[in-house]
């Protein structure tokens, strides 16, 4: 069979960055030790290119959401250093969890009968303090199959972490209360946002996503997190279109003047949803904006002032997170991991 063409998209990811925010992260832990949050694919940047530089860089703590993601981690890691936040909910992902020695995090009364039933070990175990989705409530504490858990790390999650909320002492102090009631290793309640909430949140584990891979959740970290990923797109096609000539879906962009534009090879099937519109691009410093509507994958660019840029020259779109969130209007989370699958 031939070899495939070069693609025309391509997705830049600064490893160099990416361990440097693991080790920030690492050290406004304090005394804690930073786990890392592998989900999603490493929340879309690719777990085959983000998990070895974080394993490389000192991490030891994976979280992944679904049983499915584990095999991709674990050719990277040993099982004992991987945990399932969905936990266990049948007999069958006892059965792997048991098989592969990844830790499943139990997430409810009924999910710990089912540890303890299909032969259990060391697990982990979520303590719901106030975000009401998963993990247990502090007055389940004391249920006898709960009570008999080999607790490795007990965790929970905050639900207001990226703001000054009186919600989060509150958490604290609740998940402090627990802490004394169920025998355990370790301690983590702190994400990403948690870890610029200061030590008192750090315990013995904390658990970063969205900054590892280029987000500010806070402004505190605004200073110690660099950009990780950086879409660019090859420009497929130029023209010249005339003074009152429109562009794209319903015509909502008209040219003043004679102009040059181009296409690049990429839209809202690769996670550019159509909110980019009125953003631009960059190539050697300067800006090619989006002319009309993004559409499912193209995009059309004003050339004017880019006038030595052509057909097969690769443009960037600026991907800086809080201000592509700005832009956008949809969360940092959302714009890693909408990002498809297109990008080589």
Known sequence: ????????????????????????????????????????????????????????????DFFVAHWSEVPAVLKHVPAEQIAVLHGVGSAAEADYARATGVRPVIDSVRQAQ??????????????????????????????????????????????????????????????????????????????????????????????PGLALYGGIPRSELADGIQQVAYPQARIIQTRQIGAGESV???????????????????GYADGILRNWAGAHFE???????????????????DLTDASGIGEGDWVSLPYHLPDA??????SQYELLTVLGRRFG
């Open 114 to 207: 089912i540890w303890t039933e299909n032969g259990g070990y060391p697990c982990h175990l979520m303590v719901d303090t106030g975000i009401n989705r998963l993990g247990i409530s502090p007055y389940e504490v004391n249920d006898p199959a709960i009570q008999a858990l080999s607790v490795e790390v007990l965790m929970s999650h905050l639900a207001c972490a990226d703001e000054d909320s009186d919600k989060n002492p509150v958490q604290l102090g609740a998940f402090r209360e627990v802490m004394g009631k169920v025998a355990h290793r370790e301690t983590s309640l702190a994400n990403s946002a948690g870890v610029a909430l200061g030590n008192d949140f750090s315990f013995d584990l904390t658990r």
């Open 248 to 266: 794209g879906y319903n015509a909502t962009f008209t040219a003043p003047s004679t102009m040059r534009v181009g296409v690049v090879s990429l």
């Open 1 to 60: 069979m031939a070899d495939l063409p070069p693609p025309t998209l391509r997705l830049h990811i600064d490893e160099d960055a990416l361990a440097h925010n693991w080790r920030a992260l690492d050290r406004l832990s304090g005394s804690a030790r930073a786990g890392a949050a592998v989900k999603a694919d490493c929340y879309g940047l690719g777990v085959n290119t983000c998990v070895p530089v974080l394993r490389n860089s000192g991490c030891r």
């Open 325 to 330: 969130a700005r832009q956008t209007s949809l």
């Open 283 to 301: 190539v050697d410093g300067k800006r090619l904006p989006i002319l009309g509507k993004v559409s499912m994958d193209m995009i059309v660019l």
